[in-house]
């Protein structure tokens, strides 16, 4: 079968605790590299590999997700792992997404780059490197252009195969903890996140010091 754009979807996981234009700017990087369709965001229900001392409830992270994306068709929200509870893997998503999902219908798994030098520490990663396609962007302090083979700590052929897709994208320097901390001194976070997450955040008191 001759796969086109429609049979592309990017996929952008993460806490989003909160969206923010880095998000945004990573997922529209990712269509026009890659002749993606459309990016799925899925929220997950619990990071396994990091902890936040302040996350916000699932149904507070799907909100700011809706609001954020509002007006752009290419780019929609899967509650996936939101409904499957627990410790949300990559590799149960794709598993289940690829069940669901029509023929012909390729994944692109869209990661930073430092995501790339943990990929090796993700559950069954070389299963899921034969389910779905990883592409990686720039991210400050990570220089794509100097990463070798053997950074990947993966057995051969996926170094060589995740290099081929990295792309440079727009390096914003945004971080959900940055807008976090600047929440929680009443610092302002315009120009960082949607104008309409920033008033979310603000009406619920979201992030705010205790």
């Given amino acids: 079968m001759t796969i086109n754009s429609s049979n592309r979807i990017g996929i952008l996981g993460g806490t989003f605790n909160p969206v923010h234009l880095g998000h945004l700017a990573l997922a529209n990087s990712a269509i026009e590299a890659f002749n993606l369709s459309k990016v799925l965001f899925i929220p997950c229900s619990k990071p396994p590999h990091k ?3 302040v996350l916000a409830s699932a149904r507070h992270r799907l ?3 809706k609001l954020a994306i ?15 509870g627990g410790p949300s893997y990559t590799i149960d998503t794709i598993t289940q997404l690829k069940r669901t999902s029509s023929d012909g219908v390729e994944y692109y798994f869209i990661i930073g780059a430092d995501s790339l030098l943990e990929l090796h520490t993700w559950k069954k990663v070389h299963k899921l490197l034969k389910l779905c396609k990883f592409v990686t962007f720039g ?9 070798k083979r053997k950074d990947l700590k993966l057995d051969p052929p996926w170094p060589e195969k995740l290099l081929r897709h990295v792309d440079t994208g727009r390096l914003l320097n945004i971080s959900s903890s ?6 929680a001194e009443g610092l302002s976070i315009r120009y960082l996140t949607p104008n309409a997450v920033a008033v979310y ?4 008191n979201l992030y705010a010091k205790q």
């Fill in 139 to 147: 991210r400050p302090g990570v220089n794509t252009h100097k990463l």
């Fill in 178 to 183: 940055d807008i976090r901390h600047r929440v």
């Fill in 201 to 204: 955040i603000a009406d619920h």
């Fill in 70 to 84: 509002k007006g752009d068709p290419r780019f929609e929200i899967s509650d996936v792992e939101i409904k499957r």
């Fill in 63 to 65: 909100a700011m997700l």
């Fill in 51 to 53: 902890t936040s001392k």
